[in-house]
């Protein structure tokens, strides 16, 4: 397979990725056939996954148009994945050119691609860090020129806590960067839906590698990443559900089609 120009060299294309799938999912163009192929045995199982996609990606935007709507105008980005279509740094800065974004993933194909495509933009960097490894995320040389913590931020952690398998790394992670952010700021956490989960249809055995292993958790598990921030309403509830648009939005007489969990908090003043 010839290497594309935005996979670095020490990849694996014939590994599939998670950011990659998700860009295949949401109709994009940065993958790979390894890509391809674990994404056509999901949607043999999950027939609907794109639409899932596609309402998370909804309630993604939404979400940053709200925090825009309360003054944020700084965000890190964990488990950002490819810079594909409706990207965080795409909506807010189309309403505040001065809004600062940090882009945090683990896979270096997910990196490369987007320090390649946001070369040259001004207040937008992409890194690569562990999310159970806060703390070199924080310090990450660059990092303290972007986001100022004494100020509010937005911690964003769209579709990226069911990665981590292990409820004690998964639950101390996100503590560690609850408890450095300052009042005020806020956390966007969506989470695949343990009380979703069906058996896949008989014949179609759905085998992901280890990068691809994910954990579904109930509601009241995913409820516990915000801590003693404030949710704020509608609360904790099915993607589709979270401060929808109009009555033509995807999935809003069916919110639990979404299959994930959806909720903004903040931290009290």
């Known amino acids: 397979m010839n290497r594309l120009a935005w996979v670095p060299d020490p990849s694996n294309l014939d590994s599939p990725s998670p950011a990659r799938i998700y860009d295949c999912l949401l109709g994009g163009y940065h993958n790979v056939e390894s890509d391809r192929r674990t994404a056509e045995h999901l949607l043999l199982a999950f027939p609907e996954l794109r639409v899932v996609a596609a309402v998370n990606r909804a309630f993604l935007r939404r979400a940053m148009h709200f925090l825009l709507d309360q003054g944020i105008d700084q965000f890190l980005d964990l488990g950002s994945g490819l810079p594909t279509l409706g990207n965080v740094h795409e909506l807010v800065c189309a309403r505040n050119p001065a809004a600062r974004v940090v882009y945090v993933d683990i896979d270096p194909v997910s990196v490369a691609h987007s320090q390649a495509m946001l070369a ?52 101390a992670a996100v503590q560690q960067l609850r408890d450095v952010v300052s009042p005020g700021s806020y956390l966007v956490i969506s989470h695949t839906a343990e009380e979703m989960r069906s058996p896949s249809p008989a014949g179609h055995d759905v085998k992901l590698r280890p990068v ?35 009555p033509d939005d995807l999935w809003l007489d069916q919110p639990e089609q979404g299959l994930t969990w959806a909720g903004v908090a903040i931290k009290a003043p």
């Open 212 to 246: 691809n292993l994910t954990k579904m958790r109930t509601r009241d598990q995913v409820a516990a990443f915000f801590g003693d921030f404030e949710l704020l309403e509608p609360g904790l509830v099915y993607t589709p559900a979270w401060r929808p648009e109009g």
């Open 120 to 171: 040259g933009t001004p207040n937008v960097l992409a890194i690569q860090g562990d999310l159970c490894q806060p703390e070199q995320i924080l310090n990450y040389p660059g990092l303290s020129k972007l986001l100022d913590l004494q100020r509010p931020v937005a911690l964003v952690m769209v579709a990226v806590l069911h990665y981590i398998v292990d409820d004690g790394s998964a639950y």
